[in-house]
């Protein structure tokens, strides 16, 4: 009976493995399905998980109108979808409605940008320790898997392929911990700041960098080390929050029209 459990376990670190790298479904790697344990999603569902792709990809900009009539064009279904496509995602943080002007896509902030990678620290921080106390092979294992696709993805110089797999091993790190609060908050948190962090991942330099400071993640969780952990958690999400920072600037004065 113990050697069952453990052919299971195996076989269940070798399907965690494929958890990292690009999908078919690009949304759905993103997206906390709608569906939930219903498995058979909606119209507005599937609407929903299109539009989070097209933010997402930089397709829809922050700020940018996001009209009814040309979106069921597009997909070529009625308004109503549509509509509650786009209300699905309002608490999501990804869209943004108001009575007078409509649904647009939600533009962050420099402040709720800052408190974004605030919160996500400290989940994932919290996260990174309990991991560190279980001190689990096959969780480690499956760390070890995503750390390395990540260096791959970075020395092939695919960015979209780096993006991909470091949203993965964030929510690995959560879903491991058992933690469904945590797990659940940074789904969302993830989200929203994805289309920002797609240009900080461009710079080479930024993605081997943080390609190391995951490595010190998973390094730390191996030794049992709940503080090293942490803090390995922070330095991650500090130097990722100070490079989207600069983006957003950048990104702000353009729109004003004061670049040099």
Not at 63 to 84: D, N
Not at 211 to 216: D, E, I, L, S, Y
Request: proline share 2%.
């Amino acid at each position: 009976m113990n050697r069952g459990i453990e052919v299971t376990e195996i076989q269940n670190t070798q399907l965690d493995a494929l958890r990292f790298g690009a999908r078919v479904d690009v949304a759905g790697t993103f997206f906390n399905s709608f569906a939930g344990t219903k498995g058979i999603k909606t119209l507005p569902e599937q609407l929903a998980e299109k539009l989070v792709e097209l933010i997402i990809s930089g397709a829809l900009e922050p700020g940018q109108r996001l009209h009814e009539a040309s979106l069921a064009e597009r997909f070529g279904v009625s308004r109503g979808p549509i509509r509650e496509a786009l209300r699905l995602l309002e608490p999501e943080g990804l869209v943004t409605m108001t009575s007078r002007r409509g649904a647009s896509v939600a533009k962050l902030s420099r402040r709720r940008l800052h408190d974004i990678f605030s919160v996500r620290a400290a989940l994932m921080g919290l996260c990174a320790e309990e991991l560190a106390q279980k001190r689990s092979a096959l969780i480690q294992e499956v760390l070890d898997e995503g750390t390395r696709r990540l260096f791959t993805a970075h020395e092939a110089g695919d960015v979209g392929e780096y993006i991909i797999i470091v949203y993965q091993v964030s929510m690995y790190l959560a879903e491991a911990a058992g933690n469904e609060i945590a797990r659940s908050i940074l789904f969302s948190l993830g989200r929203q700041t994805l289309s920002l962090s797609r240009r900080v991942f461009d710079d080479p330099n930024h993605r081997l960098a943080w390609a190391r400071n995951w490595q010190a993640i998973v390094e730390s969780i191996r030794v049992g080390d709940p503080v090293r952990s942490r803090q390995a958690v922070c330095d991650l999400i500090d130097n990722i929050k100070t490079a989207a920072l600069e983006v957003h600037g950048r990104l702000e004065r353009e729109t004003l029209g004061t670049t040099d």
